[in-house]
């Protein structure tokens, strides 16, 4: 089973909704979106609206949409008449996007955790252990991945804000190709897990401060390897 099908099964199970987006332009954003993210489409590549539109068999309406989307995030540089070009990763809006997740998930931390009942942190723990069984899968990073953002959308939309997610996602593609940059370690793998499981463990104190501090550590940890990962990969960044 690939790691989209493997994912569909993994949220049926959660009973969350796997299913893909409705329309041709939105299904066309969803798959750019993350083969940028995941680097196979790495900085510096030049994409073809031609080309694209005869890969996922759309028209040119829906790739020209979706990639207007990409450049609006970030993600992609539109020159007119000339060409699109997948952006370099930026260290501003890594910060950005860090200090954004942080507002927002210290103060889902902060209401979540007194009221959190034993049911979300079933789902939770489910979710974990989930990445667990998938943590030394390589052919399975995708789909670990798509659990972490999970994991963050689950106790999000729990506080009733459900669209904040989406806001994040909009705002964090640089944020999440310099973390698949990292995210074939095993240590780093090993540290989302712990993280998480800490995370968990904050909550079920149902102490707002505990849980404060447990994901603030977690949303912490790609700022502080990005100068070594901007060593290694000097070409995927922005000057």
């Known amino acids: 089973m690939n790691g989209a099908g493997l994912f569909s099964d993994l949220m049926q199970h959660l009973?969350?909704?796997?299913?893909?987006?409705?329309?041709?332009?939105?299904?066309?954003?969803?798959?750019?979106?993350?083969?940028?993210?995941?680097?196979?489409?790495?900085?510096?590549?030049?994409?073809?609206?031609?080309e694209l539109a005869r890969e996922y068999d759309v028209s040119q309406t829906p790739v020209r949409d979706a990639l207007q989307r990409l450049e609006a995030e970030g993600l992609v540089e539109i020159f007119p008449q000339s060409r699109t070009v997948v952006t370099r990763i930026d260290a501003d809006k890594i910060a950005e996007a860090v200090f954004l997740r942080r507002a927002i998930e210290v103060e889902v931390m902060r209401q979540l955790a007194p009221v959190i009942d034993d049911a979300l942190l079933s789902r939770l723990r489910t979710i974990v252990e989930m990445q667990r069984a998938l943590a030394h899968k390589r052919e399975e990073l995708g789909t670990f991945h798509e659990l972490d953002e999970t994991f963050h959308q689950t106790m999000?939309?729990?506080?009733?804000?459900?669209?904040?997610?989406?806001?994040?996602?909009?705002?964090?593609?640089?944020?999440?190709?310099?973390?698949?940059?990292?995210?074939?370690?095993?240590?780093?793998?090993?540290?989302?897990?712990?993280?998480?499981?800490?995370?968990?463990?904050?909550?079920?104190?149902?102490?707002?401060?505990?849980?404060?501090?447990?994901?603030?550590?977690?949303?912490?940890?790609?700022?502080?390897?990005?100068?070594?990962?901007?060593?290694?990969?000097?070409?995927?960044?922005?000057?």
């Open 15 to 50: 009973g969350g909704d796997a299913t893909a987006p409705s329309s041709a332009a939105a299904r066309t954003l969803d798959a750019l979106r993350r083969r940028i993210i995941s680097l196979d489409l790495p900085p510096d590549t030049v994409l073809s609206r031609s």
């Open 156 to 239: 999000i939309a729990a506080v009733g804000f459900p669209g904040l997610h989406r806001l994040i996602r909009s705002r964090s593609g640089h944020l999440n190709r310099v973390r698949r940059l990292n995210m074939w370690d095993d240590t780093k793998i090993g540290r989302i897990i712990d993280d998480h499981t800490g995370v968990i463990a904050g909550l079920e104190t149902r102490d707002p401060d505990k849980a404060e501090a447990a994901i603030r550590k977690h949303l912490g940890q790609t700022i502080a390897t990005l100068d070594t990962l901007r060593a290694q990969h000097g070409a995927y960044f922005k000057d």
